[in-house]
């Protein structure tokens, strides 16, 4: 048992990492990760949230030392961290970590690679800085599950762990990549632990304000790390103690000890889900079911009603308000809602299954999607609560028009280490998401380079070619 804290364990964890590097299979799949979020921030550069923050960031000014993936100028490290992790997490396209319910690399990417341009660090040095922040994100957000609840106290409260456990992750990415030592990095951590914050009710009533969380919490993380560098300081018992960040938010049922249990020799970073569609995780297994009764022939018209079963929590987003969910105001909202995606999947959508185009304010108003998503209820199902929040699974109940009842139940979720997503289909997510930004047949080519190989080469020469757009 360590005598040290938990944010001094987790410091030494990475600068222990900052010299001795993670290892090649753990830097492949750093590899994989900012690929991904390279891929969704490029498909996110109009988003109207990506243009506030560029707007602000822009009015800001200041030392231009770091760019955000896709669009031109050069801004400070923590303005460049905003906007890549806006454009991360912008169009809710981001890998997901269970049962922490958060999406580690939307900030943890944005804050290392900001702070990578801003040192000149190697590329090496840049993913295992990514390896350690997404695995120190996560281990904290574990540290707020309670098996009893079957859920995330932080979700339970309405509270974005994304947001709050990333802004801690990634400090210790840009504390790493600044050169800082262990008890600078514990500092950047405990300090960033006053930083992180977000609040999830724009999931179920609307707002735009959550596709800024994981931007705001880079920001936090880079912001951190340069006080610590410049000598403030941050409580030793900044994630157990009284005061600290797990009692504040998650109260009593924090499980500190999840935090530093097997550091170092059981990583998370491996069996973190990388997202087939662009919507909130919550709906994923209801797309896959929908999709499956499309396989069998069921079309929209054949309907009478549908039934979507889901764990209890889950039905907090994307159920409740029901008329709202059955009806979402935007595009946008439509991410959010069990009904809308379930009936864009039976429909018939793009990409992997559903793609962006199957969540822009006019597919929102589409009658055809409308008047099926109006034929679905929510509800709990006791099944999905027991496996909840392991996998995020959904059962789908149709009644036909000829008289038939079809069910399809989805409890491993497409993406996850029990059904990950192939070498192609990870390639077709990449490519569709750059084709937005660059012409086909580059996104073609480069979807097949950098998910065939995954080299770190590869990493860098893309991002250095990638074309300045606006």
């Known amino acids: 048992m360590s005598d040290h804290t938990l944010v001094q364990q987790l410091a030494d964890f990475a600068e222990g990492h900052r010299r001795r590097g993670v290892g090649g299979p753990l830097r492949a799949d750093a590899a994989r990760r900012l690929l991904d979020v390279l891929g969704n921030s490029l498909a996110a550069r109009r988003t109207p949230a990506a243009a506030a923050v560029r707007a602000l960031v822009g009015e800001w000014g ?22 890549g992790g806006t454009l991360a997490h912008a169009l809710d396209f981001d890998d997901t970590h269970l049962p922490s319910v958060l999406h580690p690399s939307a900030t943890v990417v944005p804050t290392a690679l900001a702070v990578a341009e801003a040192v000149g660090a190697s590329g090496a040095a840049l993913l295992d800085a990514i390896a350690v922040g997404v695995e120190i994100a996560v281990r904290v957000g574990m540290a707020g599950y ?16 994304t947001a709050i456990c990333g802004a801690v992750g990634g400090a210790a990415a840009a504390g790493m990549l600044s050169g800082l030592d262990a008890p600078r990095i514990a500092h950047a951590l405990g300090i960033a632990a006053s930083m992180g914050s977000g609040l999830l009710e724009a999931n179920r009533t609307g707002g735009t304000v959550k596709r800024v969380h994981c931007g705001w919490a880079a ?8 006080l610590a560098r410049h000598g403030l ?7 157990e103690g009284r005061f600290g960040l797990l009692q504040a938010f998650c109260g009593d049922r924090a499980v500190p000890e999840r935090i530093v249990h097997g550091l170092g020799e059981q990583w998370e970073l491996p069996g973190v889900f990388f997202k087939p569609y662009p919507c909130n995780h919550f709906t994923h297994a209801g797309i896959d079911a929908a999709l499956r009764l499309r396989a069998q022939g069921v079309t929209p018209e054949d309907v009478v009603r549908l039934t979507l079963g889901a764990p209890a929590p889950v039905l907090r987003t ?6 709202a969910k059955r009806s979402p105001e935007s595009g946008y909202h439509a991410a959010f809602s069990g009904p809308y995606t379930v009936a864009a999947a039976l429909v018939g959508g793009g990409g992997l299954g559903v793609f962006h185009e199957d969540f822009t304010d006019a597919a929102a108003r589409d009658p055809r999607r409308l008047a099926l998503a109006a034929k679905v209820e929510c509800v709990p199902d006791a099944r999905c609560d027991a496996i909840f929040p392991y996998q995020f699974p959904a059962v789908l109940t149709a009644e036909l028009h000829d008289g038939r009842t079809l069910t399809e139940r989805v409890e491993v ?28 047949e580059q996104a073609e080519l480069l979807g097949e380079i950098v998910y065939s190989t995954a080299e770190l080469e590869t990493v860098q020469t893309l991002i250095e070619q990638l074309p300045a757009s606006d």
């Open 318 to 323: 994307i159920g409740e308000p029901p008329d």
């Open 233 to 239: 300081t941050g409580p030793p018992t900044v994630l």
């Open 62 to 83: 200041g030392r231009p030392v770091a760019t955000a993936l896709g669009l031109p100028g050069r801004y400070p490290a923590a303005s460049a961290a905003l906007l």
């Open 146 to 161: 309670d098996a009893e609840l079957g859920n995330s106290v932080f979700f339970e409260r309405g509270l974005h762990a």
């Open 413 to 440: 979720n497409r993406g996850g280490p029990g059904n990950p997503l192939t070498a192609t289909e990870l390639a077709t997510k990449f490519r569709l998401n750059a084709a937005s930004a660059l012409p086909a």
């Open 219 to 226: 920001h936090a993380a880079v912001t951190a790390a340069e």
